[in-house]
């Protein structure tokens, strides 16, 4: 079964430190991965994506993440936390299998940033 | 303003009742997606459309319906609502349903928060 795993419900990090939120997935096919950002009350907005092409990703307010294909990851970094990216990210995964490709989005559970000043 | 719009943004109803939530998809969108996030369930891919046909189905209770109308906005018909059902509902457009995936992957809309009392 297609599965995205994110093993840690929060993050807690010093405002300046270097950040990193993980990520696993398990899929048949090659994987789209994205990463979101929900921030209360609010929809989600779109980070970064792996497609194809170089395993580090750059993204939207300084985030990057790294596709690594024999551990199956796409871990979110960022080399300086802000107090303002305090929020829930969520990794996401869709299958592309040719004709069989739906678009569907399978997500994570889900991690919550905390950084503190 | 991700160019999704969902409405309501707010409904509480009572057990047993039927709601209809609407989805404006980014103009140029031709797919559109519902998603349920509760607390114990994460976000749970719900239904897909694609130019007005339905795509792909996920964890959908029989009580819930979708269409896509000829102008691409969408509803989600919930009925004999439980309370159980109390969540937030988003909806998400892409351009395509297939390999041609917009630079953002999904946009998402701020969401409509049902809570069923």
């Known amino acids: 079964a297609q599965s995205v795993a994110q093993p840690e419900d929060q993050v807690n990090v010093a405002e300046g430190n270097p950040l990193t939120v993980k990520c696993t997935y398990s899929?048949?096919?090659?994987?789209?991965l994205f990463w979101y950002v929900q921030y209360p009350n609010r929809g989600l907005q779109f980070l970064l994506k792996y497609i194809t092409g170089d395993n580090l990703v750059k993204g939207s307010y300084g985030f990057e993440a790294e596709f690594n294909k024999s551990q199956t990851s796409f871990h979110l970094k960022k080399p300086s936390a802000l107090v303002s990216d305090s929020a829930l990210y969520f990794c996401?995964?869709?299958?592309?299998?040719?004709?069989?490709?739906?678009?569907?989005?399978?997500f994570g559970q889900g991690t919550t940033l905390q950084v503190k000043p | 303003d991700s160019g999704v719009t969902q409405t309501p943004k707010h409904l509480i109803t009572a057990t047993g009742q039927r709601v209809t939530l609407r989805c404006s998809p980014r103009s140029g969108d031709l797919s559109v997606y519902w998603y349920q996030q509760s607390l114990d369930q994460g976000l749970q891919f719900l239904i897909q459309?694609?130019?007005?046909?339905?795509?792909a189905k996920g964890n959908i209770l029989e009580r819930f319906s979708a269409q896509q109308f000829p102008d691409l906005h969408s509803e989600l018909n919930l009925s004999s609502l439980e309370l159980g059902d109390s969540a937030l509902y988003f909806c998400?457009?892409?351009?395509?349903?297939?390999?041609?995936?917009?630079?953002?992957?999904?946009?998402f809309g701020s969401g409509t928060r049902l809570t069923v009392v």
């Open positions: 899929v048949s096919g090659n994987p789209y």
């Open positions: 459309y694609y130019n007005g046909e339905e795509r």
């Open positions: 996401a995964v869709r299958v592309v299998h040719g004709s069989g490709n739906t678009g569907k989005l399978i």
């Open positions: 998400a457009s892409s351009v395509g349903s297939g390999q041609g995936l917009s630079s953002y992957g999904y946009t």
